[in-house]
């Protein structure tokens, strides 16, 4: 039964980028990946900016081990909407994704995410321009939370979405109130899935086999998108394949060095020591979630001074 079910890598901003999409694609167990969001304020988006920021896009938007990259945009205005969407598919991109989800004050007070949650009517401005402007060949899906600072407009605003022919739509269980806390409300998410042509993916609080489960049973869904538990276990989407095959939950932690080091090696082609550095630093506030050896020595990592010191400290706590 849980054969064609689809695992989706969560776009999240200022980690999520190419470096960490091709260390993860390595790994595999995923379907695909969603890019960090390319923000679209004043003019449309350069064909060349998105291959700086979804450089798989050159490559017929795969990561080298061939996962599919799709393209997320984040934005207020129609037609600059549109107009960047038909420019990420000039630069390579299959899959245009619309955030209408984050919860980023910044964002929010630029009138893009979820502050646009608020009025459903642009919703469907947005993705009618984008449906109207690019090749009918081109999926499209988009992303919301459950509302703003309540659910009151949540099947407005999926109908809205629906209506302008949107195939596919990422819902994470929570609304922009409630940040990541508390627990996501995969029940409303059922609820969408069951009146809603669209293919629903179930985004919030999967972490592992257990909960996605769980979520499988609360929404129907069969479509799902993991954020923080990926930062949290890489090998989350490999460890879900494998125990619903009936596999052991596995323990990855003699790999961590040599992940690690991979990581090292990776973003060393693209960042300065000390964007590298602060990458691998970053990564492990969320790897301590999975791992109690990160946890444990999570200190010293930090400490680090320079890349080498990092990689000295980790053989050091991994023998």
Known sequence: MHS???????PMEGIMDHTLRQ????IGGMDYFVSEFVRVTQYPIPSHTFHRLVPENT???VTSNHHPVHTQILGSNPELMALSALNAVNSGTTHI???FGCPAKRVNGHGGGSVLLQDPT??????????????EKIHMSAKIRLGYEDESLLFENVAAIEAAGTQSLTIHGRTKKDGYRPPARWRRIGEINQRSTMEVIANGDIINTASLQHCLEETQCHHFMIGRGALANPFVFQDIRNELAGAKTQDHTHELETLLKRYISILQVHYDEIATLGRLKQWCGNLKNHFSLI???LKPLRQSQSVNDFITTLEKISK
């Open 4 to 10: 064609h079910i689809k695992l989706a890598v969560a």
């Open 23 to 26: 260390l993860l694609s390595e």
């Open 59 to 61: 490559q017929n938007a």
């Open 97 to 99: 994704d619309v955030n």
């Open 122 to 135: 642009t919703l469907n401005n947005i993705m009618n321009a984008i449906k109207n402007t690019i090749p």
């Open 295 to 297: 946890e444990k020595n």
